[in-house]
């Protein structure tokens, strides 16, 4: 049977830090379904189709990943991609914190999907979407912390 993970985020934008997950996923599925979260509650700096078209952009050269666009929760998501495991990544205790409550709670949800945590390479640790976005907002150098696709 085909092993599928799905890469479930905001991607708002797209960052080095979210490559390197998937990079380094890639060798360990048959699939990658990079699913971006579209949610009604949740202020976006970027739309969906932009979010969506970087990705694709990004891992076009990967026939094993597909970029997807999502709303509601994610295990059904996962549920109606067959996936049964869901990556996540973890720069620090924080990210430990939240990311264990919610794949606790998902577990118990559909204990059917496993989700796999991939410590980040030391030299990403400090890049997350919300600096990239600051960044942007204020006219600041972004383009070290984004894959080509987002760079202007
Ligand atoms: P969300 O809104 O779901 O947190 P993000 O796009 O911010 O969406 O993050 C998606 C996933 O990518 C999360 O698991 C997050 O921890 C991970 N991630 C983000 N930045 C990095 C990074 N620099 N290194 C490793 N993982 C990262």
């Not at 666009?69 to 495991?85: D, V, W």
Request: net charge positive; aromatic share 12%.
């Amino acid at each position: 049977m085909e092993k599928t993970a799905i890469f479930p985020g905001s991607f708002d934008p797209v960052t080095l830090g979210h490559v390197n997950i998937v990079e380094r996923a890639l060798p360990l599925f048959d699939k990658v379904i990079i699913a971006v979260g579209s949610n009604a509650d949740k202020k976006y700096l970027f739309p969906l189709s932009k979010r969506v078209e970087w990705l694709k952009n990004t891992f076009a050269q990967y026939p094993k990943i597909e970029v997807l666009k999502y709303n509601g929760l994610t295990i059904e998501f996962a549920k109606k991609c067959g996936a049964k495991f869901l990556l996540r990544g973890l720069r620090n205790p924080a990210d430990f914190e939240f990311e264990k409550a919610i794949a606790q709670a998902n577990r118990e949800l559909e204990p059917k999907l496993d989700t796999v945590f991939f410590l980040t390479s030391a030299g990403l640790s400090f890049i997350s979407s919300s600096m990239v976005r600051d960044v942007i907002k204020n006219n600041g150098e972004f383009n070290k912390f984004v894959p080509d696709a987002v760079k202007t």
